[in-house]
C-alpha cells in the first residue's frame, strides 16, 4: 500500500466497526424475484423483511439489494425514475425502513445498489431535458449531440449500444441522446454539477436512513470526452483502455467523483462502504476503484469466466490478493450474479480453455440440450467452488439460490422473456450481450412445494418457474442433512468461527489438479479440481463438499482442515 493510501486509514477507520466489510459474506437480493408477499407475482420489500430469519439461519453478514426504485423495467429496475424512493409494485419508503430496521436487529449490513451512469427516460432530469431547447442547461445534464445529415436524421457517431442497436436515440428536433445501454437510460453527462450534487443528495438520503453501503452499477462509465468530431467504433477501437484517456470508459477523471462520495461517506460513524462494479482492463486499473481514497473495494469478475480448473483458480486468486495488497483493500469473490449464467449450470458445461465467451451463453442460444450437459458435475464442482471460495481472505458475495444449488432456467418461452438485452437482439436479428439474456437467472426463487409459485408468493410469479423446482426448495433441503442449503449454512458458521487475517499461504501438492492452501490460524482448504480422487493431508476435517472415503478426498471435491 502506499503511504497516501495508508494515511488514509485512520484510526477510526481501521476498528471493526468501520472494517466489517473486509470479510464479509454478501448475499445478493433481487428484490423482484426473491419473496412475494402481497400475490401480486411481483417480490416486494415485506417479502424480504418475512425472510429475515431465513437470512439469519444462513449467517451472511450483509445483503445486496439490486435496485428497487420507481421504474419502467426497461432493464429490470436498472432505469431508476426516482433514485430517493421505492417502486410502488416493491413497497413504500416506510416497508423499506421496516426491513433495514429487521435485518439490523438481526446483525446484516444492508448495501444497496446506486446506478449513477443513466437515469430512466422518466427521471425529472430528462422530462426537463426534453421539454428544453438545444443548449440549455436542462439537457446539458445528459449527453446531446446534433446528428448527422442536412437535418439532423442521421445519429451523431455509428456507436452501437451495450443491448444492441445505435447507442443514440433521436428527440425530433435533430438533437440525439447517448444511451449505452437501452434507449430508456440516457446516460448522465457528469461533467454538470446538477448531476453531482443530485448524487451526493441521494448517497446522504439512503445512509441517513441506514444503509451501510453502497454497490456501483458500471461504476467506470461516468466521465466522457467527447469531442466535435465523434470518432467512429472502429476510431475507438484503436483507443488503449488502459491509458485512462478513452473517450468512454474508465478515464482517469472518473476517480475525482468517487473522492467526492469517499468523503459523504466518511461523514458517517462507522463510514459508509462501496464497491465497484468496474469492467476494465487491466488489474492496476481495478486497483483505482478500490483505493481507500474513493470506493474502497472493486469486483472482481475473473472467477465468472474461468473454468472449474486448477492452474486457473490459482492465477486468479494470487493475481487479486496481490491486488489487494497494493490497493490496501481486500479481495472480492464472486461465482454468480444477476447477470450470467448460475455456476452450477456452467460447471456441467464442456470447459472453455480461454475462449472470450460468457460460460452458458452458448449452451442456451443453442436451445439447452441436455445431452451437453452433465447436472449432476456441475453441481458437485458448484459446490467445491464454493468452499474454496469462502476460505479464501477478503468478501465474499453470493447471489440469491445459488445456495440451494440452483440451476439456470434455459427455457422461458419468448411471450414471458423480459430482459432487454434478449428483446432487442432478437428485434435487431443477432444475438448481442448474452443471447437469451438474463432472465434464466432471475426467475423467483422456490422456497416450498405447497403453492404454485414454490411458495415464492400467494399469486404466481413474474418468470415461468420450473417443475424441478420442487426438488430444491428450501422447504425440502431444510431437511436433508447433506442439502447444498445446509452446506452453506454450515460454511457460513464455521467462516465466522475460522476467519483470521486477510493472507494465505499456497502449500505444495503432488497433484496438479489440486489447491491446497493455509490460513495463518491453521486453517486449510483443499479443492481437488480433478476427476480423481486423492489422499488427503492431516488434519481435523471440519467440513466437506462431499462425503468423504476414508482419508481420500474424492474428484471435485473441497475439504476444509484444522491443524
Known amino acids: 500500500m502506499d503511504s497516501t493510501a495508508q494515511q488514509a486509514l485512520t484510526p477510526k477507520r481501521q476498528d471493526a466497526a468501520a472494517t466489517w466489510w473486509r470479510q464479509a459474506a454478501v448475499y445478493q437480493i433481487y428484490p423482484r424475484s426473491f419473496a412475494d408477499l402481497n400475490g401480486d407475482g411481483i417480490g416486494d420489500l415485506k417479502g424480504i423483511t418475512s425472510r429475515v430469519g431465513y437470512l439469519e439461519a444462513l449467517g451472511i453478514d450483509a445483503v445486496w439489494l439490486s435496485p428497487f426504485y420507481p421504474s419502467a423495467l426497461a432493464d429490470g429496475g436498472y432505469d431508476v425514475d426516482d433514485y430517493r424512493d421505492v417502486d410502488p409494485r416493491i413497497g413504500t419508503l416506510a416497508d423499506f425502513d421496516e426491513m433495514t430496521a429487521a435485518l439490523h436487529g438481526v446483525g446484516i449490513k444492508v448495501i444497496v445498489d446506486i446506478v449513477p451512469n443513466h437515469s430512466s427516460n422518466r427521471h425529472r432530469f430528462f422530462k426537463a431535458a426534453l421539454d428544453a431547447p438545444k443548449g440549455s442547461s436542462e439537457r446539458d445534464r445528459y449527453i446531446f449531440r446534433d446528428g448527422l445529415g442536412a437535418n439532423g436524421e442521421l445519429p451523431p457517431a455509428d456507436w452501437q449500444s451495450v443491448f444492441g442497436g445505435s447507442a443514440w436515440e433521436p428527440v425530433g428536433d435533430g438533437q440525439w441522446y447517448l444511451h449505452t445501454f437501452a434507449k430508456e437510460q440516457p446516460d448522465f453527462n457528469w461533467d454538470n454539477g446538477d448531476v453531482r450534487e443530485e448524487f451526493l443528495t441521494t448517497l446522504r438520503f439512503w445512509s441517513d436512513r441506514g444503509v451501510d453501503g453502497f454497490r456501483v452499477d458500471v461504476a467506470h462509465l461516468l466521465m466522457k470526452e467527447l469531442p466535435d ?40 460513524d462507522p463510514p459508509r462502504i462501496a464497491v465497484a462494479e468496474a469492467w476494465v482492463t487491466t488489474p492496476e486499473r481495478r486497483a483505482k476503484y478500490a483505493s481507500p481514497l474513493g470506493l474502497g473495494q472493486a469486483f472482481n469478475f475473473d472467477l465468472l469466466t474461468a473454468d472449474f480448473d486448477a492452474a486457473q483458480f490459482r492465477r486468479i486468486v494470487s493475481d487479486n490478493l496481490l491486488q489487494a495488497t497494493v490497493t490496501g483493500s481486500s479481495s472480492t469473490w464472486v461465482l454468480s450474479n444477476h447477470d450470467v449464467t448460475r455456476h452450477a449450470t456452467r460447471y456441467g458445461l464442456a470447459p472453455l480453455h480461454g475462449r472470450n465467451v460468457k460460460q452458458g451463453t452458448e449452451w442456451i442460444i443453442a436451445g439447452a440440450p441436455e445431452d451437453q450437459i452433465d447436472r449432476e458435475q456441475g453441481l458437485r464442482c458448484a459446490r467445491a467452488a464454493t468452499l474454496f471460495l469462502l476460505g479464501l481472505p477478503g468478501s465474499a458475495y453470493l447471489y440469491q439460490g445459488e445456495e440451494l444449488g440452483l440451476h439456470e432456467v434455459a427455457y422461458i418461452p419468448d411471450g ?148
Open 229 to 268: 468530431v465523434l470518432p467512429t467504433v472502429a476510431e475507438l477501437a484503436r483507443i488503449d483502455e488502459a491509458s485512462g484517456r478513452h473517450p468512454l470508459r474508465d478515464r482517469d477523471e472518473v476517480h475525482e467523483i468517487y473522492a467526492e462520495w469517499r468523503k459523504v461517506f466518511d461523514e458517517y
Open 416 to 563: 414471458r422473456r423480459q430482459d432487454p438485452a434478449y428483446i432487442r437482439s432478437r428485434d435487431a436479428g443477432a444475438w448481442s450481450y448474452d443471447g437469451l439474456g438474463r432472465d434464466g437467472c432471475r426467475v423467483p426463487l422456490p422456497w416450498s412445494t405447497d403453492t404454485s409459485s414454490y411458495g415464492f408468493g400467494p399469486g404466481g410469479a413474474h418468470l415461468p418457474q420450473p417443475e424441478w423446482f420442487a426438488d430444491v426448495a428450501v422447504s425440502v433441503q431444510e431437511g436433508e442433512p447433506d442439502s447444498t442449503l445446509n452446506l452453506y449454512r454450515r460454511a457460513f458458521a464455521l467462516r465466522h468461527e475460522l476467519q483470521t487475517a486477510e493472507s494465505l499461504e499456497w502449500l505444495d501438492f503432488d497433484s496438479p489438479e489440486v489447491l491446497h492452501f493455509r490460513r495463518s490460524n491453521g486453517w486449510e482448504v483443499v479443492t481437488n479440481f480433478g476427476e480423481t480422487s486423492v489422499r488427503m493431508p492431516a488434519g481435523e476435517v471440519v467440513l466437506s463438499s462431499r462425503e468423504l472415503i476414508g482419508e481420500e478426498l474424492l474428484g471435485q471435491a473441497t475439504v476444509w482442515l484444522r491443524r
